[in-house]
């Protein structure tokens, strides 16, 4: 088949180009750890049903139990998504907390998009999103449901506020 | 000799060109309520209840009912004049044609009585009506009717002329229908084991995770369904009307088999940021992705220097000043042409997309609105609008009403497209501002965001006024009395070279064979690992 060389030479760069973003995408992901939500390991599987029943699980505990900290400026927080709003809707953290983030959803599909930071999870019901993150500069970050939940959708946000 | 199949392609123009009209009136209504002006609490005495349910319509009547009436409308009539041979059996495409109204009724109704106010992606465990479902699925089979009756024309011309390579246009638009065949069985199965007997209350709940995977192996695809055929006008059809070539016609018809091959193994990167599959999928899908871009690149290459030979064909010299040559004055050619400037960029911000962790910046903000208004609502709609400004005069053998309209229709779009689509993709990657969203309601939106949403709000303004050109000139064109001076023929364009192209671009069987094989790859193990793991503990929730 004839190639004008060219075309031939565009071809090779255009594959070459795509290699390279690969290369610099792989290297933001592994290597700097910029990662995409996962479910935590072991499998993490709620039942949407029962997950907000109170001793079923984490998402059961009363909202001041939800952030817990496990460690010198470690904290988690289990996050229950529901139409329209989260639970906890304000959590407060001292600068430079290592936050990890467990939502899941007791109805519909949610988004969670924290502001200012790369989480950005969807939330949907029977999984468990996943996320971590350092705050280091003290404020105010709102973590937004970027899902179409239903008609009371553009409300449902949450704050989370870095102490100095 | 193609009465039955102009007329029928007509039919089916002239039904998308109406869904698009009634779901665009959506568009400027609701840019004015993202910069603050609310007209939906008027429009409740109108019936529309929400600005949720007229951006389900929006979006249904222009992603799904406009772009697959309109394809299937435009392969109707291209396939016959490409052959040279009639329909072997209109009947199917006829009827092809009333199950699809069959199924759009079926739909259209629940959207209207807002009773499946759940989007155009209808993600679960948000429940429609049964009927919405059950008319989606009706619509898909139609499309698939009208597909097989295609695939008998082409079988039938194959063995009227063997060992003839089928003609560039009929070749395109085969290849096409074949990718949205393969395309919609994810939907189908999606529809048919779980949504619909979950709806109808056979089955008590239902795995979202699994239905979202079943859907974006349609939802990738799908957006290759609409592209297709604007690349086929651009590769086949524009290089006649600029009085150039097509460059490279073999690497023209590598780049569609190559679309047929790659668009299914992908549709996992609209899912990136989801919880309930194994990062190897997504990465192994977003490889794949990447490896779909090149094509696109391809058709750049091969497309510009189809117009290049056009440019100095008609006197342009220079490195640039071929450009300034080409046939501005034809309304058909600067549609397609600002279509295709507008599709470079929208290109570039769905590789954004595309870039496995750099969607966390992007994933559900409104640089994804910002993004396929520029590709699907520009490389796909104004392109179809540059093929209306010969195609309708062809069918109803008049006269384009009012071609300097017609220019001024492409440049607003044009204008008001960059306008809109800028500041969507502006507001989304600074801001994280949501899409689908009533920002004009949201106690999050910040002050900051203003002057983004009054530059999306004149920018959608704009698109209005050219909408509403564009129909004008419709109505005009095919309502006024005088008749076309001479027949207008569909352009096709000739290869630039006429060297044999290898047999292996004329033949099926290794393409079709790698398409299943990489299917099966990408899919096989994730969708048995969810099929496996699934849960069907989602109750269906009406949530409107």
Known sequence: ?164 | MFKTSNKLAAWNIGLGMAALFIGGLFGPLQKLEHAGINLYTSLQNLGIASYYQGLTLHAVLNAIVWTTFFIIGFFTFVIPHSLKRELTNPKLNIAAFYIMVVGLVMTAVPILLNLATVLFTFYTPLMASPFFYIGLTIFVVGSWVAGWGFFATYITWRKEHPGQPVPFLAFGAVITMALWQIATLGVAVELLVFVIPWSLGWIEGTDPQMNRTLLWFFGHPLVYFWLLPAYLSWYGMVPKQVGGKLFSEPMARLVFWLFLVLSVPVGIHHQFLDPGIPQRWKLLQFGFTFALFVPSLLTAFNVIASLEIGGRNRGGTGLLGWIRALPWDDPSFTAQNLAMILFAFGGISGLANASYNMNLALHNTTWIPGHFHLTVGSAVTLTFFGIAYWLVPKLANKPLWNRKLALAQAWTWFIGMILMSNGLHALGLIFQAPRRSMLGAAPYASGEWQPLLIESLVGGLILGVSGLLFYANMIGTVTQKKQAPAPIEMPVAEPYRNDPSPAWLHTWRPWLITAAVLILVSYGPVLTYLFANMELTSPGFKLW
Not at chain 1, 100 to 112: A, E, L, N, Q, R
Not at chain 1, 126 to 137: K, M, V
């Open chain 1, 1 to 164: 088949m004839h190639i004008d060389r060219r075309e031939r030479n565009f071809i090779i760069a255009s594959i070459v180009l795509m290699f390279v973003f690969a290369v610099f995408i792989l290297v933001s992901s592994f290597v700097m750890k910029i990662q995409v939500p996962q479910a935590p390991v072991p499998l993490g599987r709620v039942n949407p049903n029962t997950v907000a029943t109170p001793g079923v699980s984490p998402w059961g505990d009363p909202v001041e139990e939800r952030l817990r900290q496990v460690g010198p400026n470690q904290y988690e927080v289990y996050i229950l998504g529901q139409a329209w709003s989260y639970q906890p809707a304000q959590i407060t953290i001292p600068k430079g907390a290592t936050v990890t983030f467990y939502v899941t959803s007791k109805d519909v599909i949610h988004g969670f998009d924290l502001q200012g930071t790369n989480i950005n999870m969807m939330i949907i019901p029977g999984q468990i999103s996943t996320l971590t993150a350092t705050f280091d500069t003290p404020g105010e970050y709102k973590f937004i449901c970027n899902e179409y939940c239903g008609i009371g959708h553009q409300t449902m946000f949450g704050t989370l506020v870095v102490e100095p």
